[in-house]
């Protein structure tokens, strides 16, 4: 028995994705050089002191940008993940969409948001 909605696919166009890969990229290899702290802090923690699922991923993204992958893994290891596919959307220009199961995403999110719970919680 299949169960409704579980073989179900998404069709991502990657040009989008291309882009905003590189957007990410650009930002996290200019980010230290800016100064005082530029950003914007989690509304959801700020409010409630959760930490929502994409907590950390700037840190992340702009440790691993700079090769400094102990840190990059501390604030999310998803920052990493994020990074490899940038550069590989980047370099695989020749694809121009992917095909991916509609439950990939809410199952990376709450793996992301475990995640930061967790570590919320130890420290």
């Not at 920052?79 to 095909?99: D, E, K, Y």
């Amino acid at each position: 028995m299949v169960l409704a909605g579980v073989t179900s696919r998404s069709t991502l166009r990657l040009g989008g994705l291309r882009v905003a890969g590189a957007v990410m990229l650009a930002t996290a290899a200019v980010r230290p050089l800016l100064p005082g702290e530029p950003g914007l802090p989690c509304p959801l923690r700020a409010l409630t002191g959760i930490p929502c699922p994409l907590c950390g991923m700037t840190t992340s993204v702009t440790a691993a940008v700079h090769l400094r992958l102990d840190v990059a893994a501390a604030a999310t290891p998803a920052g990493i993940v994020a990074i490899v596919i940038a550069v590989a959307l980047l370099v695989a220009r020749r694809r121009q969409s992917v095909t991916v199961p509609r439950w990939l995403l809410p199952v990376v999110l709450c793996l992301m948001w475990t995640y930061q719970l967790v570590r919320m919680a130890t420290t």
